[in-house]
């Protein structure tokens, strides 16, 4: 129970939580290695890109996400928290010799709702002219950049522009 309301939570056997534990030691000494820069940003999202060498061909990709995402955040060295996970399945395959799960992680392209760092910079160059920016703590821009859908944003252009000089709608 959280907050008075039933909550569903994974089991993990103890064979899961040793592995677990292990893969955190790993993921930190690949960081390391990597020289891994994390980020603060709790709205920085990032690919897990995986490539599944099952031993079987019976077995499901969508139920080995969990300990390597829980593993990496608890690592406390790639990301804030597997909230900013966008996991993506490359390919399986069956290897009785050597079962595993590659990973490559990698920042994605998009920033909140900008598809990429131009269109986020052209929509700042016109917020920068509006009577709503206040020094970057518009409220609009804040969330947008937080990935939330708003009415008076539409196909990156803000209906509740008002320009500075003479705070007249364009």
């Known amino acids: 129970m959280k ?16 592995y677990q534990k292990e893969l955190i030691k790993y993921i930190q000494s690949e960081v390391e290695k990597q020289n891994w820069v994390m980020s603060e940003n709790k709205f920085q999202h990032y690919y897990m890109d995986c490539d599944f060498y099952f031993n079987r061909t019976d077995m499901d990709a969508n139920n080995y996400f969990k ?13 804030i928290d597997d909230t900013q ?26 920033i909140g709702i900008f598809s ?3 269109q986020l910079e052209s929509f700042k ?11 970057g703590k518009c409220s609009l821009l804040t969330r947008a950049l937080e990935g939330r859908i708003q009415p008076e944003i ?15 709608n364009t």
Request: hydrophobic fraction near 30%; charge should be positive.
């Open 125 to 135: 160059s016109n917020c920068i002219q509006c009577s709503r920016y206040k020094n």
């Open 3 to 18: 907050n008075r309301k039933p909550m569903a939570m994974s089991y993990k056997t103890p064979e899961a939580v040793k």
């Open 67 to 79: 300990i390597p995402a829980d593993s990496i955040t608890d690592s406390k060295c790639v990301w």
């Open 116 to 118: 990429d760092v131009p």
């Open 154 to 168: 539409v196909s990156s252009v803000c209906n509740s522009y008002k320009n500075k000089n003479n705070k007249e």
């Open 85 to 110: 996970l966008c996991e993506r399945v490359n390919s399986i395959h069956y290897d009785t010799i050597n079962p595993r799960i590659e990973l490559v992680i990698f920042p994605v392209n998009y």
